[in-house]
């Protein structure tokens, strides 16, 4: 009887360990959620994952939204179609970068533009929607990628970010 009391004991113990561990989770999902539950999205290799609700669509801070791949994106009211005049707005910025030029002397090419995306709503419910920044994909054939973000408002690049592999094969 003593040892059926300790094991009813111990199992309580544990049921309440674990939903105190899912509770502390739950608590940390909806704070990521932010004020307005709308959440972060995020860009990760190609793919875009929302860190809080499903439908989210915001720019949060330095880390860009972007809606999906190929001509044709998806933001929050339906397909986005950019425009060839955009491209290569983008592109001419990106290659008067000195760092970029060395970049492409060195076998990279440019192989995808994606633009950042920014909502305001004024306090009168007025809605401007604008892309302000891009981000540029260099690849360099299956050693190096480069992605350089570019402010379309100042016409230059601001940041660069360089992925090498280095691979050595063994006989």
Not at 61 to 76: E, I, S
Not at 121 to 126: K, L, W
Request: proline share 3%.
């Amino acid at each position: 009887m003593i040892e059926l009391e300790r094991k009813t004991r111990m199992l309580a113990i544990s049921t309440v360990l674990v939903l105190a561990l899912f509770s502390g989770v739950a608590v940390m999902v909806y704070a990521n959620m932010g004020a307005n539950g709308t959440g972060t999205m995020m860009y990760v290799d190609g793919l875009t994952y929302a860190t809080g609700a499903a439908n989210a669509s915001c720019n949060c801070g330095d880390m860009p939204v972007f809606f999906g791949r190929g001509p044709h994106r998806w933001g929050h009211g339906g397909p986005i179609t950019i425009s060839q005049e955009f491209k290569d707005n983008v592109i001419n910025i990106t290659e008067s970068d000195t760092d970029v030029q060395q970049l492409l002397t060195e076998g990279y090419n440019i192989t995808e533009v994606r633009p950042i995306i920014n909502t305001t709503v004024e306090a009168d419910g007025t809605v401007t929607t604008k892309a302000t920044n891009a981000v540029v994909t260099l690849i360099k054939d299956t050693t190096g990628r480069a992605t350089v973000w570019v402010s379309i408002e100042q016409a230059k690049v601001t940041r660069i970010e360089i992925l090498s592999i280095t691979v050595i094969e063994k006989p």
